[in-house]
């Protein structure tokens, strides 16, 4: 019942899911690109909608009443930016200590313009073997999705240039476009 309420709201909206779920029970999805708190919301039911459970890292502050309560029952993991090392590390222990954990994340790491995105999901996903999905919200089609897996290799900055390459080439509109930049 919830998958269909989750597909209604997308389609009341607007937006086209393209896909479904990874196939892999453990996972990093990334979600690009990331302008607007609202890409959180379309991800989340999107990827409720397919039959997707994933969790996310949300910065702490969000976490205070009332949003608290619904960010956590949405799948946020709160998280102090302050320190980024520690938070790769709980994440990493985290993944390590269950058998299903898809995590969903923004590799620019803000809502704000970055040309230099965040390889803290580099650092998990090589540590914990899991694989790594591009997805996106693409405002300017209303798609979102899951597109590829893309293989890492052991050279964090050229496969960071590879994706951010992957991801220019798809053409994306956030929901605000002059906070993504692609070049």
Not at 10 to 25: F, M, Q, R, S
Not at 32 to 59: N, R
Not at 110 to 123: C, E, L, M, S
Request: glycine fraction near 8%; include cysteine.
């Amino acid at each position: 019942m919830w998958r269909k309420f989750c597909r209604f709201i997308l389609k009341i909206w607007g937006w086209t899911p393209v896909g479904g779920t990874a196939p892999e029970d453990k996972c990093i999805l990334l979600g690009v690109p990331h302008t607007s708190i609202w890409d959180f919301v379309v991800a989340y039911l999107f990827y409720q909608s397919v039959g997707g459970k994933a969790l996310c890292m949300v910065k702490e502050e969000f976490f205070k009443w009332p949003l608290g309560p619904v960010i956590r029952k949405m799948g946020g993991i709160p998280v102090n930016r302050k320190n980024p090392s520690s938070i790769v590390l709980s994440v990493i222990k985290e993944m390590n200590k269950v058998d299903k954990f898809h995590l969903a994340i923004a590799p620019e790491g803000t809502r704000q313009p970055v040309r230099k995105w965040k390889a803290g999901f580099h650092t998990i996903a090589r540590e914990t073997g899991v694989p790594v999905y591009l997805c996106y919200f693409d405002w300017g089609t209303k798609r979102v999705g899951i597109a590829e897996k893309v293989e890492l290799t052991d050279d964090a900055r050229a496969d960071m240039a590879r994706i951010q390459q992957m991801y220019e080439e798809m053409h994306l509109v956030g929901k605000h476009p002059e906070k993504y930049i692609t070049h």
